[in-house]
């Protein structure tokens, strides 16, 4: 079941712009994760953020974790032509099950 | 990384057949294997959650007797969609978890299933 929000569902961006997107959730969780998806292939895990930790870093990646508000931010600098693809977060709230939001759909221009 | 492997890739066939869709780890041990369904632009559905050795649990909604899964080992588990309808076409997704706490989901390339 989905439990998650993503905001924007879709983004273009010129090459070299930062890329920020946004999901929120609905119940207490024990961690968030966001994945990529190229077009008709599988996920490919970014990174996972606990729920005790704020903001996490990965190369150029960088994801926030408001408990609080329940949201969390994913953040993409100097994008790439490469970066063109869906993104989700993920919420793991028990069990090991995955509550995915609906996605972000990037597009980043040459 | 983990390495989840899934085949087919894509399968085309006719209406009443059955299909079986087989979901591989590689390089770990796979307590649990989790099965999705994406349609065009959506997010993933959870399907159904197998776990090695025991009877699969299905979400609400999934019909248990068209979608038969079995996870005989801790390296692979399998989605057999029985007597496929043109309705059942989707991309179905597999992935892999050891079951350790915070660690993420390894999932597969995806089957892309279209029922003639």
């Known amino acids: 079941s989905q439990q998650g929000e993503e905001d924007p569902q879709a983004l273009s961006i010129q090459e070299g712009e930062n890329a920020t997107m946004n999901c929120s959730y609905k119940?207490?969780?024990?961690?968030l994760q966001w994945y990529r998806q190229n077009s008709g292939r599988g996920l490919v895990h970014l990174i996972l953020i606990r729920s005790n930790e704020r903001e996490k870093h990965s190369g150029r990646l960088r994801v926030t974790l408001d408990t609080s508000k329940k949201s969390s931010s994913l953040l993409i600098t100097a994008s790439r032509a490469a970066d063109t693809a869906s993104y989700f977060c993920?919420?793991?709230?028990?069990?090991?099950?995955?509550?995915f939001g609906a996605g972000t759909t990037v597009t980043v221009r040459a | 990384g983990a390495v989840v492997s899934q085949h087919p890739s894509w399968v085309i066939c006719k209406s009443g057949t059955s299909v079986k869709i087989e979901c591989r780890s590689l390089d770990f041990q796979a307590t649990t294997m989790f099965w999705y369904r994406q349609f065009p632009k959506q997010s993933l559905m959870l399907m159904a959650t197998s776990n090695e050795g025991s009877k699969a649990t299905y979400e609400q909604g999934v019909e248990k007797d068209k979608f038969l899964i079995n996870h005989a080992s801790l390296t692979l588990s399998t989605l057999t969609v029985t007597s496929a309808h043109p309705e059942d076409s989707s991309f179905y997704i597999c992935?892999?978890?050891?079951?350790?706490?915070?660690?993420?989901?390894?999932f597969g390339d995806g089957t892309r299933l279209s029922i003639l």
């Open positions: 119940t207490s969780i024990n961690n």
């Open positions: 992935s892999a978890s050891s079951r350790q706490h915070n660690q993420p989901q390894h």
């Open positions: 993920a919420t793991d709230a028990s069990s090991y099950k995955l509550s």
